[in-house]
């Protein structure tokens, strides 16, 4: 089964064609960052012009790279939401009609749905190439974690053959209660002058950094032990620069990057950091980090599981990699995560996990509709 999947949820025009849920035949991707990094952020009436301009010719190059036409693809998915809604439109908007026009299978797919089904299209992957490597293993609790989202589930699913999962339940075990976690790298970087998107730029630049010489404390919570915080955490990044020498050289770094037209590599940008910044960075890294693998180990041990997944944008950080592992191997847990191409938005895993949805005999019509709100499971 050959799917087209479009993926449009916030500022990269995406269309992949995956076969049999695993395959991916192509993933095009177009990203919105040159736009909208001026702005320190996604402007969503930009994102949704650009998705406009972009969605024809991105799903032509998918189709041309997979070596098929629109009449040999078998099925069209496109992204419902969560997002931007006028983003969220154009792709679904454009599927919905080739779907009717052709009369081809039709259906909607729930984003963080698409970021869940990375991680195993991912792992199939891998394992088409390497059999010793081991399957991605269910139940699991899984971790999405993005510019967008910070999210725990715990994940189920029934299968028709000992390697084949077919039916997915998805069940809501905490996410955040105000600043998802890449949003908050986006707005540290924001205040520090270090450009958009913060999550790249702050990894890189946290290496040089000593987490030690900046203790942030520890993120707590009442309620839920699963949930997520991490304004206060920015409020604290905030604290310890306004009104000090680090304000000041955040302004003269911002000076510095208004007064070039070109773009600003990573070792040029660090040259133009104190280690009173790198430091910062590393500490407040760290203390994202830790809070992040430290709910998703105490949710895994809650649920008696063994796997774990991480998935969305923020998966692709190096240290929150390494520490993911290092606590995994500690504890026992297998944690599997995406590459960073299917880290980020994309297509392809809108396509995988569409697979298994058309599988089972799942279709939508011409009423389908986007929600910029869409809650996944229960």
Same mark, same amino acid.
Request: hydrophobic share 40%; aromatic share 6%.
């Given at each position: 089964?050959?799917?087209?999947?479009?993926?449009?949820?916030?500022?990269?025009?995406?269309?992949a064609v995956v076969e049999d849920g695993?395959?991916?035949?192509?993933?095009?991707?177009?990203?919105?960052?040159?736009?909208?990094?001026?702005?320190?952020?996604?402007?969503?009436?930009?994102?949704?012009?650009?998705?406009?301009?972009r969605i024809a010719p991105v799903v032509?190059?998918?189709?041309?790279?997979?070596?098929?036409?629109?009449?040999?693809?078998?099925?069209?998915?496109?992204?419902?939401?969560?997002?931007?809604?006028?983003?969220?439109?154009?792709?679904?908007?454009?599927?919905?009609?080739?779907?009717?026009?052709?009369?081809?299978?039709?259906?909607?797919?729930?984003?963080?749905?698409?970021?869940?089904?990375?991680? &195993?299209? /991912?792992? #199939?992957? @891998?394992? +088409?190439?390497? %059999?010793?490597?081991?399957? =991605?293993?269910?139940?699991?609790?899984?971790?999405?974690?993005?510019?967008?989202?910070?999210?725990?589930?715990?994940?189920?699913?029934?299968?028709?053959?000992?390697?084949?999962?077919?039916?997915?339940?998805?069940?809501? &075990?905490? /996410?955040? #209660?105000? @600043?998802? +976690?890449?949003? %908050?790298?986006?707005?540290? =970087?924001?205040?520090?002058?270090?450009g958009y998107p913060g999550g790249p730029?702050?990894?890189?630049?946290?290496?040089?950094?000593?987490?030690?010489?900046?203790?942030?404390?520890?993120?707590?919570?009442?309620?839920?032990?699963?949930?997520?915080?991490?304004?206060?955490?920015?409020?604290?990044?905030?604290?310890?620069?306004?009104?000090?020498?680090?304000?000041?050289?955040?302004?003269?770094?911002?000076?510095?990057?208004?007064?070039?037209?070109?773009?600003?590599?990573?070792?040029?940008?660090?040259?133009?950091?104190?280690?009173?910044?790198?430091?910062?960075?590393?500490?407040?890294?760290?203390?994202?980090?830790?809070?992040?693998?430290?709910?998703?180990?105490?949710?895994?041990?809650?649920?008696?599981?063994?796997?774990?997944?991480?998935?969305?944008?923020?998966?692709?950080?190096?240290?929150?990699?390494?520490?993911?592992?290092?606590?995994?191997?500690?504890?026992?847990?297998?944690?599997?995560?995406?590459?960073?191409?299917?880290?980020?938005?994309?297509?392809?895993?809108?396509?995988?996990?569409?697979?298994?949805?058309?599988?089972?005999?799942?279709?939508?019509?011409?009423?389908?509709?986007?929600?910029?709100?869409?809650?996944?499971?229960?």
């Amino acid at each position: 089964m050959r799917v087209l999947g479009i993926e449009s949820s916030c500022d990269e025009t995406a269309a992949a064609v995956v076969e049999d849920g695993w395959r991916i035949r192509a993933s095009i991707v177009a990203s919105q960052i040159p736009i909208h990094r001026k702005f320190g952020g996604v402007v969503p009436e930009l994102a949704s012009r650009e998705h406009l301009k972009r969605i024809a010719p991105v799903v032509d190059e998918a189709l041309r790279q997979a070596g098929v036409n629109l009449e040999e693809v078998d099925a069209i998915a496109v992204t419902q939401g969560p997002g931007l809604i006028g983003s969220l439109l154009v792709g679904l908007v454009y599927g919905k009609a080739m779907a009717l026009s052709l009369e081809k299978p039709f259906i909607g797919i729930n984003h963080l749905e698409g970021h869940i089904h990375s991680v &195993l299209l /991912q792992n #199939r992957m @891998d394992r +088409a190439n390497d %059999a010793s490597i081991p399957a =991605a293993g269910f139940p699991n609790v899984t971790l999405v974690v993005s510019g967008g989202h910070t999210c725990l589930y715990f994940v189920e699913c029934t299968a028709e053959e000992s390697d084949t999962p077919s039916q997915f339940s998805y069940k809501l &075990l905490g /996410q955040t #209660r105000d @600043d998802a +976690a890449g949003e %908050a790298f986006d707005k540290v =970087a924001k205040l520090l002058a270090l450009g958009y998107p913060g999550g790249p730029v702050i990894d890189r630049l946290a290496r040089y950094g000593d987490s030690r010489r900046v203790e942030l404390g520890r993120i707590r919570m009442k309620g839920n032990p699963f949930d997520f915080s991490f304004s206060g955490l920015k409020t604290a990044v905030l604290y310890r620069v306004r009104g000090t020498d680090l304000q000041a050289e955040a302004d003269e770094r911002r000076a510095w990057q208004n007064g070039t037209n070109q773009k600003i590599n990573p070792e040029e940008l660090r040259a133009h950091c104190s280690p009173a910044t790198l430091d910062l960075l590393a500490g407040f890294q760290q203390a994202v980090v830790t809070d992040l693998v430290e709910r998703t180990l105490g949710a895994a041990r809650a649920r008696q599981v063994n796997s774990i997944f991480v998935a969305g944008g923020v998966a692709c950080n190096s240290a929150l990699r390494d520490h993911f592992r290092e606590a995994a191997n500690l504890s026992g847990f297998k944690v599997f995560f995406p590459s960073p191409k299917l880290s980020t938005d994309n297509a392809a895993m809108i396509a995988s996990a569409a697979y298994f949805r058309l599988r089972a005999g799942e279709r939508d019509g011409a009423t389908l509709t986007a929600h910029a709100s869409f809650p996944l499971g229960v």
